[in-house]
C-alpha cells in the first residue's frame, strides 16, 4: 500500500461499486482515507447532481464531502416546490 500513491489507489477505488469502496475502507486507516476522498465519491454522484441539489426542497443540502452527498441523494427528497420526489440512486 505504502509503494502505490493516493492518488492512483483512489483513482483505482472510483472504478468499482459503492460497496466495495465502504468494504475496501475497513481494511486500514489509510485505506479508508483513500475511500473517503471526494476523488472516488464524485465518480458515483449522478452527473447532474448540481442540478438535483439545486431543485430539492429545502433549497440547501450542505455536504462536507463528496460522500456524504452521495448517502444523502440516495434517500427520496421532495423536488421542484415539493411537487416531486428525486429517484434513489
Given at each position: 500500500?505504502?509503494?502505490?500513491?493516493?492518488?492512483?489507489?483512489?483513482?483505482?477505488?472510483?472504478?468499482?461499486?459503492?460497496?466495495?469502496?465502504?468494504?475496501?475502507?475497513?481494511?486500514?486507516?489509510?485505506?479508508?482515507?483513500?475511500?473517503?476522498?471526494?476523488?472516488?465519491?464524485?465518480?458515483?454522484?449522478?452527473?447532474?447532481?448540481?442540478?438535483?441539489?439545486?431543485?430539492?426542497?429545502?433549497?440547501?443540502?450542505?455536504?462536507?464531502?463528496?460522500?456524504?452527498?452521495?448517502?444523502?441523494?440516495?434517500?427520496?427528497?421532495?423536488?421542484?416546490?415539493?411537487?416531486?420526489h428525486d429517484c434513489k440512486l
Open positions: 500500500m505504502e509503494l502505490l500513491p493516493y492518488d492512483c489507489f483512489a483513482h483505482i477505488l472510483s472504478f468499482t461499486s459503492t460497496q466495495d469502496v465502504c468494504r475496501s475502507s475497513l481494511v486500514s486507516s489509510i485505506v479508508q482515507s483513500m475511500a473517503d476522498s471526494d476523488a472516488v465519491w464524485e465518480k458515483f454522484l449522478p452527473l447532474n447532481h448540481q442540478e438535483i441539489v439545486s431543485r430539492l426542497v429545502p433549497p440547501s443540502l450542505l455536504c462536507s464531502s463528496k460522500k456524504e452527498l452521495f448517502v444523502k441523494l440516495c434517500k427520496p427528497r421532495p423536488i421542484d416546490d415539493g411537487n416531486k
